[in-house]
C-alpha cells in the first residue's frame, strides 16, 4: 500500500475509540421518547397521590367533628369556616387537627348542630374539590382528583 492510497483508507481500526454522531442520535432519541412518556406520567401519579393525601385530611378533620360531638351531642356550627383557624372557636375546636396537604388544598367546614360537610378545594391547578358529609358520603370532582368517589 502506498501513501496515496491511504487517504482514501476508511476502516476502523483496532485502536478507534468513542461513539459515532449516528449512535449518540439515536442513544438521545431514545431517551427523549422515554422522557416524553415517563415525565407526564409522573406528574399525574404526584397529582392523584395528593388528592388522596386530602382525603385522609378530611377523614381526620370529620373524625374531629364527631368527637366534638360525642363530647357535647351537636356539632358545632359554622358557616363555610376555612381551617386551620387562626382565632376564635374554630381555632380551639380545630387544634388537635392539621392537614397534611395544607400546600394543595384548602379545608372548610360548614355545619349545622345536627350534621357537617367538609370540603377541601384544591391551590392553582390542582383542580380537584373533595366533599365528606357526617351521613359519609363522599365526592370528588374536577380533572385533577383522578377519582370520582372515595
Request: glycine share 8%; proline share 3%.
Given at each position: 500500500?502506498?501513501?496515496?492510497?491511504?487517504?482514501?483508507?476508511?476502516r476502523?481500526?483496532?485502536?478507534?475509540?468513542?461513539?459515532t454522531?449516528?449512535?449518540?442520535?439515536?442513544?438521545?432519541?431514545?431517551v427523549?421518547?422515554?422522557?416524553?412518556?415517563?415525565?407526564?406520567?409522573?406528574?399525574?401519579?404526584?397529582?392523584?397521590?395528593?388528592?388522596?393525601?386530602?382525603?385522609?385530611?378530611l377523614?381526620?378533620?370529620?373524625?374531629?367533628l364527631?368527637?366534638?360531638f360525642?363530647k357535647t351531642?351537636?356539632?358545632p356550627?359554622y358557616?363555610?369556616?376555612?381551617?386551620?383557624?387562626?382565632?376564635?372557636?374554630?381555632?380551639?375546636?380545630?387544634?388537635a387537627?392539621?392537614?397534611s396537604?395544607?400546600?394543595?388544598f384548602?379545608?372548610?367546614?360548614?355545619?349545622?348542630?345536627a350534621g357537617?360537610?367538609?370540603?377541601?378545594t384544591?391551590?392553582?391547578?390542582?383542580n380537584?374539590?373533595?366533599?365528606?358529609?357526617s351521613?359519609?358520603?363522599?365526592t370528588?370532582?374536577?380533572?385533577?382528583?383522578?377519582?370520582?368517589?372515595?
Open positions: 500500500m502506498n501513501n496515496s492510497n491511504k487517504a482514501f483508507h476508511f476502523k481500526t483496532p485502536s478507534a475509540e468513542g461513539f454522531l449516528i449512535e449518540l442520535l439515536v442513544a438521545v432519541a431514545i427523549g421518547i422515554l422522557a416524553a412518556i415517563a415525565i407526564p406520567s409522573y406528574f399525574s401519579y404526584v397529582t392523584h397521590s395528593r388528592a388522596n393525601g386530602a382525603t385522609s385530611d377523614a381526620s378533620l370529620s373524625l374531629v364527631e368527637n366534638y360525642q351531642l351537636a356539632y356550627v358557616t363555610s369556616q376555612a381551617v386551620p383557624a387562626s382565632t376564635g372557636t374554630a381555632a380551639t375546636d380545630f387544634a387537627w392539621s392537614p396537604q395544607g400546600k394543595y384548602t379545608y372548610s367546614v360548614t355545619s349545622t348542630a357537617y360537610t367538609v370540603t377541601a384544591g391551590i392553582g391547578t390542582m380537584c374539590t373533595l366533599t365528606l358529609t351521613g359519609n358520603a363522599r370528588a370532582t374536577g380533572g385533577s382528583c383522578g377519582f370520582t368517589s372515595w
